[in-house]
């Protein structure tokens, strides 16, 4: 999921503070999983916002909306309803969530409350750790379900560095080892031989490198047709 974390509250009240009436509007997707998207934190955000010692002059006003995917940009467009009075609008959603809004209603400043962090998992309650940076070409096939493009602070695909040292990376004691975690991980599934084998130089092409990146549905399935 995309996990994102609020940004501080003088900070969202500064960007605000010019409007008279702004609307929140959460996103009930990955965000609200994370607790910074969904209903009850937009409604908590804008109680906290209402507050006037975050203020000079009189604060504005704030109404909230949740829409489930603030995403995608047919879905919001049939179904996001923003009351006729809005002067700005406040996403809290990812950072594709915010620029959807800025499409869709194109007439409205729309300013993001969150600050969009990474793409992770819950591991444990209330501790989201990054997992994947979304490379285009992914190697977990290879290294035991362990990603070492997002999880090794070199991005190493052939084996640690010279810093590893009792299962811990060398970037602090609290970070494990992403090659001692897929090594111990490959051992465990009985296959340590994939370990011993060079890995190819990795095509980055479909990396982010190379600008924003586009998937359309039909390339999806001519890659899901049997060979000719
Ligand atoms: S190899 Fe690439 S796609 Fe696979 S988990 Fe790592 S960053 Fe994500
Ligand atoms: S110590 Fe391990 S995780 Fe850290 S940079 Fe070296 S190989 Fe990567």
Same mark, same amino acid.
């Given at each position: 999921m995309i996990v994102a974390d609020l940004k501080p509250i003088r900070e969202i009240a500064e960007s605000i503070a010019s409007f008279k009436k702004v609307t929140v509007i959460a996103c009930g997707g990955?965000?609200?999983?994370? @607790?910074?998207?969904? +209903?009850?934190?937009?409604?908590?955000?804008?109680?906290? !916002?209402?507050?006037?010692?975050? /203020?000079?002059?009189?604060?504005p006003t704030f109404d909230t909306e949740t829409i489930q995917r603030q995403c995608e940009k047919d879905f919001v467009a049939a179904y996001l309803k923003v009351p006729h009075d809005t002067d700005a609008i406040l996403s809290m959603a990812c950072g594709a969530g915010v620029q959807t809004l800025a499409e869709?209603?194109?007439? @409205?400043?729309?300013?993001?409350?969150?600050?969009?962090?990474?793409?992770?998992?819950? $591991?444990?309650?209330? #501790?989201w750790r990054e997992k994947c940076q979304g490379c285009g070409n992914c190697v977990l096939a290879f290294t035991g379900g362990i990603c070492p493009v997002t999880r090794c602070a070199k991005h190493l695909l052939n084996g640690p560095c010279g810093g590893s040292?009792?299962?811990?990376?060398? #970037?602090?004691?609290?970070?494990?080892?992403?090659?001692?975690? #897929?090594? $111990?991980? !490959?051992? +465990? !599934?009985?296959? !340590? $031989?994939? /370990?011993?084998k060079i890995f190819p130089i990795k095509?980055?092409?479909?990396?982010r490198g190379g600008g924003p990146r586009t998937m359309g549905i039909s390339r999806v399935r001519d890659q899901e047709s049997p060979a000719p």
């Open positions: 990955c965000v609200s999983v994370c @607790l910074t998207g969904g +209903a009850r934190s937009a409604e908590v955000l804008a109680r906290d !916002l209402s507050h006037p010692r975050h /203020y000079k002059k009189r604060p869709t209603f194109g007439e @409205l400043p729309v300013i993001p409350a969150l600050n969009t962090s990474f793409l992770g998992s819950l $591991d444990e309650p209330g #501790i040292s009792n299962g811990k990376c060398e #970037i602090s004691k609290d970070v494990d080892c992403a090659w001692q975690l #897929i090594i $111990d991980r !490959l051992k +465990a !599934l009985g296959r !340590l $031989d994939d /370990y011993e095509d980055w092409s479909s990396d």
